[in-house]
């Protein structure tokens, strides 16, 4: 009896054991889905598709979706959560429509280029803001991926020196809070609008002008249907390449060594390519006509910077998170 029951015990644990060995990993067979709205061309897209897929062919089938074909931009952290996606292109102004605490990084000339984004991502001082939206919306953010300084770029050609030159100006912004109070710091009226809807908003005058990086400007052809660019540079853009902490949780430690390298090595290579067409687009958006010129620089600064300090979003800061991102050099 003892030895029979031994027996099976041990047949019991074998076949448990080769049913284990047999079981394909985690990683085989599985597909990421991601939704943006991001173009294909876009250099956060061409990172994923280039450098990113290909990196993790082994563990898992990366299957983007641009142009927000899956997800109406700002759906997608909610999806995540749901489990309905599993990865998306996020923004601190999506974080921040959850966790108010995110809208620190919201703010208007707070990052000073790309390196300090990257070196503040790496350094520790976002941490407790990254767990949180792990633990309260179940969303990892693996790497910081740079959109570029965001512009002032117009249908109209009245000349804008300061802020006060923007009164009246519709300008599109995103649709959530932290974005609409970022266009009216600038001065201006702003108007949500989903980026997919930017172009023919400029071209039928719903809109008077829209804020982005120059690369953006270019890859979605807003040049075509605007006069001018005000280089205000209010905002040093940042997103982050998310995935369901789920999923996540699901790959093995060296799957995650490979799909967090892979996220890495895409974001700096999609950050070379934006700051080298960064510093080339102003000569070709003056060869097509439009006026590119820098304003008040200062004017557009310390105005920007009081109203969020004074903004009631402030009031949900960390304490100190100001300074130590200052500090970060
Ligand atoms: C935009 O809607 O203007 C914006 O640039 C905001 C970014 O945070 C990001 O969502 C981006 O659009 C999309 O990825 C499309 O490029």
Redesign the pocket.
């Known amino acids: 009896m003892q030895g029979f029951l031994k027996r099976r015990t041990f047949i019991g644990a074998a076949l448990a054991g080769a049913a284990v060995l047999s079981a394909p990993a985690f990683g085989q067979g599985v597909t990421l889905r991601l939704s943006?709205?991001?173009t294909p061309t876009?250099q956060r897209s061409l990172a994923l598709t280039e450098v990113f897929a290909p990196a993790i062919k082994d563990i898992a089938k990366f299957e983007p979706h641009f142009n927000a074909t899956l997800f109406k931009?700002g759906t997608e952290l909610e999806a995540i959560a749901r489990g309905n996606l599993d990865m998306s292109?996020t923004?601190a102004?999506e974080l921040a429509t959850l966790i108010p605490a995110w809208s620190i990084f919201t703010a208007g000339y707070l990052l000073r280029d790309a390196d300090h984004q990257k070196k503040v991502f790496a350094s520790g001082v976002m941490d407790d803001l990254k767990k949180m939206a792990e633990d309260k919306l179940g969303v990892k953010l693996l790497t910081v991926m740079y959109?570029g300084r965001r512009q002032v770029n117009l249908r109209t050609d009245k000349e804008i020196k300061t802020p006060a030159d923007m009164e009246g100006v519709k300008l599109r912004m995103?649709g959530t809070e932290a974005w609409l109070f970022l266009g009216k710091a600038l001065g201006a009226n702003p108007t949500p609008m989903a980026?997919t809807e930017v172009y023919t908003g400029l071209q039928t005058g719903a809109i008077d002008g829209q804020d982005?990086p120059l690369p953006?400007n270019k890859d979605s052809k807003f040049y075509e249907v605007t006069k001018q660019i005000v280089l205000t540079s209010h905002l040093v853009?940042q997103?982050y390449l998310a995935i369901s902490k789920k999923v996540w949780d699901k790959f093995t430690p060296d799957q995650q060594k490979v799909l967090q390298k892979a996220a890495d090595d895409a974001a700096e290579s999609g950050r070379q390519k934006q700051l080298k067409l960064e510093a080339e687009l102003e000569q070709f958006f003056k060869e097509k006509g439009l006026k590119v010129y820098a304003p008040d620089l200062d004017a557009f600064r310390k105005k920007v910077q009081a109203d969020y300090l004074a903004s009631k979003f402030a009031k949900d800061w960390p304490a100190g998170l100001v300074d130590k991102i200052n500090a970060v050099k």
């Open positions: 943006t709205p991001a876009d931009q292109i923004s102004q959109l995103p980026f982005n953006t853009d997103n």
